[in-house]
């Protein structure tokens, strides 16, 4: 096992997307990502998005965008 322990954890509060449906990235690899942040974390996956969430599901991220950094404003 990798030795992390001189890995700085991020500061700032971080949100994620993840697309359920990406053939590169799978869902098991979000697990433990909150361990490498000192702060929150958002996690939001969606069903019917692959890789370019973005593109597959733009209103679900815009929107989610803007609720999260009226949260957590910079």
Known sequence: KEDT????KIKAP???FHGLKDP???SHALNNTWEWVD????IVT???AAHWVHSDA???VTD???D???RNPL
């Open 14 to 16: 971080v949100l994620v």
């Open 58 to 60: 733009p209103k679900l």
């Open 5 to 8: 322990r001189d890995v700085p």
């Open 39 to 42: 702060n929150s974390v958002t």
């Open 24 to 26: 590169a990235l799978h």
């Open 68 to 70: 999260w950094l009226k």
């Open 46 to 48: 969606v069903p019917e």
């Open 64 to 66: 989610t965008i803007s």
